[in-house]
Structure formats: structure tokens, C-alpha cells
């Protein structure tokens, strides 16, 4: 997804300047090329050396702006350059400037130099973010569909502030750029309201035996990330996924289940307020018949465990789905991956299904790639090879998004 992709990076002045390090050498190592540009106060915080180290290009500075013009002037170069430009840290001075159309140093005539998509990563102390003029040049900027937001966190701030201010994390502005990359800045599902399962189930026999599987929902989280990067209203709900996964996944709602009745009755709940409902969680097939509120001593462990039906959530939910809306299923497969999938979607009635082979290296649960086949009621198949599952988040909502 990023071999031989082109991302600029301007870093502002501000401690949160230590971070950008992390997002530089990771795109850099995935192939993309990486340019840097420091205004005066970044390098204050971290050094022209160690960008270029990391990126493998010099990084450039307002001396090299300044310079005596051999071939076409820097800014051109770099604005016409980009495919994306990310600004992180963004400081209150530099927001203003861009919010005013203003260019007096590298960075910000870069900016207007060029025409991609801007992703801007704000950083500044609780109170110097929520003035009343930073909010109204940030608001400002937001109306403006070339820039895009990876809203501050909150967080311990370097002035041992807890609040709003904290810039996104490396974890959260690396999917952004790769969003960027793949839509070109397009918000092509703005106010679609789209609904996601994700992750396992847990059937429990007692409080610490159950039946599960190795779902992580990091599918789930991809097709959140990506639906979330296009305009859309995003609502997750999962069974166990690692915090840290979740923590990156902002401005999306989200809906913490254990068990299959309980995702069953989520998904029920959010369902007549969703345009699109994809039903990317694994879901227990089976539960065990009986619980125990205690452990059960391994002696009284039963040598043949009977076993209970669990609900069929998306059977349950093509019954309630009215004509605007589209469901989505997964099948996850062994061997022949179409002709089961396409059972599945004739018998539960669903308007797409993404077949999903498990048996593949690098596919499957767990892995951070994915590959499938793509199979609407009309007779449609697309064959997704394996890539990062966020590029095939933004392929299954590509397919969606093309159905009539």
C-alpha cells in the first residue's frame, strides 16, 4: 500500500515533535518516500539529522528556502511532489496560518503550493487548544475538505496538564496517511451511518473456561478506521479486542460485548439507525448448556460437554432490514471459499459477503494482512489479493459502496 507512495511531513514546532519520528521511519521502511520539512521552532525539539536519518532524504529547513534558486523553487518541488501532506505537531501559529492563508517560512508556503490532502495533527497545552480563536481557525480549517483531522487526545500534556491536547499517536496517524493514499482525500461516505462487529465471542462453562476462537477484530477495527477515514458515522461493536487497538480508534462509537447473546442484542439495538451493517466479528457457533458461577474442579469437568445453539445475529438482523439498508457478512473458510459463502448469503439473506480464507499464509485471524472474495446478490465477485487488511477494508466499502 505504500511502496513507492510520496508523503511530506512538516513538523511544527512542540515537544509532541518526538513522535513524528515513529510515523517517518515507519513509512519509510514501508517503502513510501518520505520528505521532512522543520520549521525554525521544530528544530528546537529535534534535530534535521535525525529526520533525514530516518527518512532517508535530507530534511529541509528555512535555510534551504532561502537559498539561491538553481533549477524550480523548493516549495513547487515539495507541494507538487506530495501525494499527502501531514503537519504534526501543528502548532496554534502555524493553524493560524493556514487558516489565513498566510506564508512566511517553508512550511506554510509549501502548503499552498500544493493541492493533496493535509492531515493535521494539532498539539498544544489544554488552554492554548480550547481558546476560542484556536477552535475557530481549526473549525475554519475543517470546512475546508483538502484538510483532515487527527483530533488531540487527552492526556498527561508535557506541562503535567491532564486534558486536551495531546497529539494522535504514530498508531493512529499511520492508518490516516494510508486512508489518505488509497481515497486521495475523498469523504465519499460522509454521513453514511455504518455499523461493524468485531472480534470473538466467549461462551463460558465456568468463570474461566469457554468456547472462543482466535479472532483479534483487527478486521473489524480496519473496516472502522477506514469508514471512519471516508465521512462515515462509525459504531463498533466487539467482543475482546487488545486496548491498545481500540485506545488509537477515535470519534468512533463503541460497544464492549462478551458473548454472542449480548453482541446479538447490541448489534439488534444500533441496527434501524445503520445505513450499512457489516458483520465482521466471529461469532460463536455453540455455548455450553449449563454455567457454573464457580470453577468447576477438573474432577467434575464433564467428559462430553453438551452443548446449547447461540443466536444467528445476522439471520436475525436480515429479518429487521428495511430497503435502504445493506448487510454484510463475512465466511470465514477452509478449502473452497466461494460455494459456501455463497450459501450462507442466499440462506440468510444478505446483500454482500466477503469470503475469507483462514488457510492461507498471512490470512486469516490474527495477521495484519488479509485477502477475499467479494460476492454480491447481483451476481458480482471480486477477488481482493492479500494486502493490508486496512487497504481491504477500503476495497469491501469500494464493492459496497458500488451496489445498487
Not at 86 to 95: C, E, G, H, R
Not at 127 to 138: A, E, F, L, P
Request: aromatic share 6%.
Amino acid at each position: 500500500m505504500l511502496e513507492g507512495r510520496r508523503v511530506l511531513v512538516g513538523v511544527g514546532g512542540g515537544i509532541a515533535a518526538y513522535k513524528v519520528c515513529a510515523v517517518v521511519s515507519a513509512l519509510a521502511k514501508s517503502g513510501a518516500g518520505v520528505r521532512v520539512i522543520l520549521t525554525n521552532s521544530a528544530q528546537q525539539f529535534i534535530t534535521p539529522l535525525t529526520l533525514s536519518t530516518l527518512s532517508r532524504h535530507p530534511a529541509y529547513t528555512d535555510s534551504d528556502f532561502w537559498q539561491p534558486v538553481h533549477t524550480r523553487p523548493l516549495h513547487i518541488e515539495l507541494g507538487e511532489w506530495a501525494e499527502v501532506f501531514v503537519i504534526a505537531p501543528l502548532t496554534a501559529n502555524t493553524l493560524a496560518k493556514l487558516a489565513y492563508g498566510m506564508a512566511d517560512n517553508l512550511l506554510t508556503n509549501t502548503v499552498l503550493a500544493s493541492t493533496c490532502p493535509v492531515l493535521l495533527a494539532p498539539a498544544m497545552n489544554t488552554d492554548m487548544w480550547q481558546q476560542q480563536t484556536v477552535q475557530r481557525n481549526w473549525r475554519s480549517l475543517q470546512s475546508d475538505l483538502r484538510y483532515h483531522a487527527a483530533n488531540p487526545g487527552e492526556g498527561m500534556l508535557a506541562c503535567d496538564r491532564v486534558g486536551a491536547g495531546r497529539m494522535a499517536e504514530p498508531e493512529e496517524l499511520l492508518p490516516s496517511i494510508r486512508s489518505l493514499l488509497y481515497t486521495h482525500g475523498k469523504r465519499d461516505l460522509t454521513g453514511k451511518r455504518i455499523l461493524i462487529s468485531a472480534g470473538g465471542t466467549r461462551e463460558y462453562l465456568d468463570p474461566v473456561r469457554f468456547i472462543g476462537n482466535p479472532s483479534t477484530g483487527k478486521m473489524g477495527v480496519a473496516l472502522a478506521q477506514a469508514a471512519l477515514h471516508r465521512g462515515a458515522i462509525v459504531t463498533l461493536v466487539h467482543g475482546l479486542i487488545d486496548r491498545p487497538l481500540l485506545s488509537h480508534l477515535q470519534n468512533v462509537r463503541k460497544i464492549s460485548v462478551t458473548n454472542a447473546a449480548e453482541m446479538h442484542r447490541a448489534m439488534a439495538e444500533c441496527f434501524s439507525d445503520a445505513d450499512w451493517v457489516i458483520m465482521a466479528a466471529a461469532v460463536a457457533d455453540v455455548k455450553p448448556a449449563t454455567f457454573s458461577a464457580a470453577k468447576l474442579p477438573k474432577r467434575e469437568l464433564p467428559d462430553q460437554l453438551p452443548l446449547d445453539s447461540v443466536p444467528d445475529i445476522v439471520a436475525d438482523l436480515s429479518k429487521l432490514k428495511q430497503p435502504h439498508q445493506k448487510l454484510i457478512g463475512f465466511a470465514a473458510q477452509t478449502g473452497d471459499i466461494i460455494k459456501p459463502a455463497l450459501e450462507k448469503m442466499q440462506r440468510k439473506k444478505l446483500d454482500a459477503i466477503a469470503a475469507n480464507p483462514i488457510d492461507q499464509p498471512k490470512s486469516g485471524f490474527g495477521s495484519e494482512t488479509n485477502q477475499a472474495v467479494l460476492i454480491d446478490r447481483f451476481g458480482r465477485l471480486v477477488k481482493i489479493p492479500l494486502s493490508s487488511k486496512l487497504q481491504m477494508a477500503h476495497q469491501l466499502l469500494d464493492f459496497v459502496n458500488q451496489m445498487p
